[in-house]
């Protein structure tokens, strides 16, 4: 029914078409005419001029419709509102608009039981799917349900936005629901039955960035579904062979997302969004091993799964050298100490004391270089502000100078930690003894 608001196909009145084609003029001279119109449904679908112009994104004729207080929530054949519609389509400013106007965002269709979260997230419109949370966040939803709750909502058949989005390869949705407090285990089943969980779901979908999010936010590679498989089991027979390389149970444990620790949840998004990148990349590193290693058969990532190589340059920036890995810059600054290091290290210093989050009590990291108790992490300072027209030369000096400061840095304090910063590493007590030993040899040059 995606594509069934048009209305070529009867002999509905021209009304529908000026809305389906954004005529604002013949609208409104229509509904002056009559506007008893106002109030029309198609035929057998029985959607609205409001279902029209929220589908095909006409939002003048949207708001024209809305001012002439037609209720929001308008329901056709299917119980879906308009903004069902327009998080199907992806039509964000109707989406918005709706929502501004108090459209209820907990109706449910009678297709499938789903909201207009699950649409999003099931077409993959993330920017809808954003739209939905915040209004979520301050709607009386968030009161009467709780927020997470709401994001966590089933389908008729058990299944979250989380599940659709997994389903149907959609890795910004996936983010977004994660990092929105979707439960990342979650299992379709519900109340003790074994369901399918999204790992499974993204397993059978084949998208190794889906996987990736997963994985990073804690996904158990073991859990089973209802027929005893684990996602690895369903990516080996829909015939992922990357998805499942890195669903092997054998194969290294992924980095995983700290979210358990409080600072990590007050970082700002600057902050984060480096964090973030830094455990990307680290889980990329890994991912680089399994499938050199494990799995000589199988086909190489594609290129969009290359690593990026933005990511790993910005020592060229007037930024201080990270006096930890001696690598990359160092963009993080503890607070309230002010000692700074590179995201990557940071990362491995908060994802140091747990194998799985969602079993272990973290006990949060301090800072390496004084012992402090960490507060904050916020991005460091670049010093390019202070710098102006020398700062050529200036970069240049200054990077002389930091290579001579490694060797005061108190190394010796800073063993435990270099091993740390070998991700590889981070894990693998879990695993095998064959994972141990594909370490990237890179990464011992401090040791
Ligand atoms: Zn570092
Ligand atoms: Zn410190």
Same mark, same amino acid.
């Given at each position: 029914m995606g594509q069934g608001l048009s209305c070529s196909s009867s002999h509905e009145n021209g009304l529908f078409n000026a809305v389906q084609c954004g005529d604002l003029e013949m609208v409104q001279l229509l509904l002056n005419n009559q506007p008893s119109l106002l109030h029309n449904t198609?035929?057998?679908?029985?959607?609205?001029? &409001?279902?029209?112009?929220?589908?095909? #994104? %006409?939002?003048e004729i949207l708001s024209l419709l809305l001012e002439r207080s037609v209720n929001p929530d308008l329901l056709n054949r299917h119980k879906q509102t308009p903004l069902m519609l327009a998080a199907m389509h992806g039509k964000i400013s109707c989406l918005k608009k709706l929502l501004e106007v108090g459209a209820n965002i907990l109706k449910f269709d009678s297709l499938h039981g789903r909201t207009c979260l699950h649409y999003a997230a099931y077409y993959g419109h993330f920017d809808c799917l954003e739209a939905i949370l915040s209004a979520a966040q301050s709607s009386p939803v968030a009161v009467s349900w709780g927020f997470v709750r709401f994001v966590n909502i089933r389908d008729g058949k058990g299944a979250t936005p989380l599940h659709l989005a997994a389903r149907q390869r959609r890795p910004e949705c996936i983010h977004i629901l994660l990092d929105n407090g979707a439960l990342v285990s979650a299992s379709t089943g519900g109340y003790g039955c074994q369901g399918s969980t999204p790992l499974h779901l993204a397993? !059978?979908?084949?998208?190794?960035?889906?996987? @990736?999010?997963?994985?990073?936010? #804690?996904?158990? !590679?073991? %859990? !089973?579904?209802?027929t005893g498989r684990i996602p690895y089991v369903i990516a =080996? +027979?829909? @015939?992922?062979?990357?998805?499942?390389? &890195?669903?092997?149970?054998?194969?290294?444990?992924?980095? /995983?997302?700290?979210s358990p620790l409080k600072f990590i949840n007050e970082l700002n998004q600057e902050a984060k969004a480096l964090l973030e990148q830094a455990l990307m990349e680290a889980n990329r590193e890994r991912e680089k091993n399994i499938l050199k290693t494990n799995s000589p058969g199988l086909p190489s990532p594609s290129h969009s799964d290359a690593v990026d190589d933005n990511l790993s340059e910005i020592s060229d920036e007037d930024t201080e050298l990270c006096s930890i890995c001696f690598e990359q810059a160092s963009?993080?600054? /503890?607070?309230?100490?002010?000692? /700074? =290091?590179?995201? %990557?290290?940071?990362?491995?210093?908060?994802?140091?004391? +747990?194998?799985?989050?969602t079993t272990a009590c973290l006990t949060p990291p301090v800072c390496p270089f004084c012992r402090s108790n960490i507060l904050h992490l916020v991005v460091a300072k670049t010093k390019r502000e202070e710098v102006d027209d020398h700062e050529a030369i200036n970069s240049k000096q200054r990077k002389g100078r930091k290579s001579h400061?490694?060797?005061?840095?108190?190394?010796?304090s800073f063993k435990g930690l270099s091993s740390m910063t070998s991700f590889g590493k981070i894990g693998a007590g879990r695993n095998s003894g064959r994972i141990a030993a594909e370490e990237d040899p890179s990464v011992d040059k401090l040791g």
């Open positions: 198609t035929l057998y679908d029985r959607q609205s001029p &409001l279902h029209f112009a929220a589908a095909n #994104g %006409q939002i397993a !059978r979908g084949g998208s190794l960035d889906c996987i @990736r999010e997963l994985l990073a936010w #804690g996904a158990d !590679r073991l %859990q !089973r579904d209802s =080996m +027979k829909h @015939r992922h062979g990357t998805c499942a390389a &890195l669903l092997n149970p054998s194969s290294t444990e992924p980095l /995983v997302w700290p963009t993080i600054e /503890v607070q309230n100490c002010g000692h /700074v =290091m590179c995201a %990557q290290c940071t990362l491995s210093l908060c994802c140091h004391s +747990k194998p799985n989050p400061n490694f060797s005061e840095g108190g190394s010796s």
